[in-house]
Every structure is written in C-alpha cells, then in structure tokens.
Nanobody, 127 residues
Framework: EVQLVESGGGLVQPGGSLRLSCATS????????IGWFRQVPGEEREGLAC?????????WYSRSVKGRFTISGDYSKNTAYLQMNNLKPEDTAIYYC???????????????????WGQGIQVTVSS
C-alpha cells in the first residue's frame, strides 16, 4: 500500500521558517517524482517544488517560492522535505506531498495530477 504522510506544519510568524517532511512507503522512492503542493480553500492546487526521479532527477520550483523554499530527499529514509524560509501570510494553505512513477519530463512533476497523495497538513503564517 502506498502511503505519504506529511508532518512539520503549524503556525509561524511572517519571516519565519518551517520544514515539512513527507514520509513515504509502498513504492520505490528512487524512481518516482516527488512533489510538494499547496491549496487554499476555493482555489486550485498549486505545484511548489518537485524532484523528477521519474525522469532525470531534475529539481523544479514554482516562481512563487523559488529562492525561499528548498526541496530535498533522504533516500535512505524514503522521505522528502520542504524547507520553507521567509514565510509570508500568503503562504498560508494546506500543504501536500505527492508522488508518481510517470510524471512526465522535467517540470511536469509540478502538475497537480500526480498519482499518489498525502492527507495534507496546515501551514499558517500569521503574527
């Protein structure tokens, strides 16, 4: 059974940092694209960052988070991370990790159409 479990969310002040974790099981972490997404109620799910291990291992970021967020993976633990720095109130959302064996080429792993999803975790940026 495929599982993705996010942790590390919560409340942080503007300008602060959080690190999200995505513990995975039930699939080969080394050949699946792993992505981080977020969604605000009433809005579309947004791709933030991904590692496309289903293609060439390239890393991609959305314009909204590039330079502030960093995606990484611990292949010994089958866990992905999203380090989020300089957080802003507009970063408030539910954050999800996702995985797919056939995410397509390059930045296609930023598309919110990946096969496997975690349950999501709340991140709130507020003073």
């Amino acid at each position: 059974e495929v599982q993705l479990v996010e942790s590390g969310g919560g409340l942080v002040q503007p300008g602060g940092s959080l690190r999200l974790s995505c513990a995975t099981s039930g699939f080969n972490f080394n050949n699946h694209a792993i992505g981080w997404f977020r969604q605000v109620p009433g809005e579309e799910r947004e791709g933030l960052a991904c590692i496309n291990n289903s293609d060439d291992g390239s890393i991609w970021y959305s314009r909204s988070v590039k330079g502030r967020f960093t995606i990484s993976g611990d292949y010994s633990k089958n866990t992905a991370y999203l380090q989020m720095n300089n957080l802003k109130p507009e970063d408030t959302a539910i954050y999800y990790c996702a995985a797919d064996r056939a995410a397509g080429y390059g930045s296609s792993c930023l598309s919110p159409t990946l096969d496997y999803w975690g349950q999501g975790i709340q991140v709130t940026v507020s003073s």
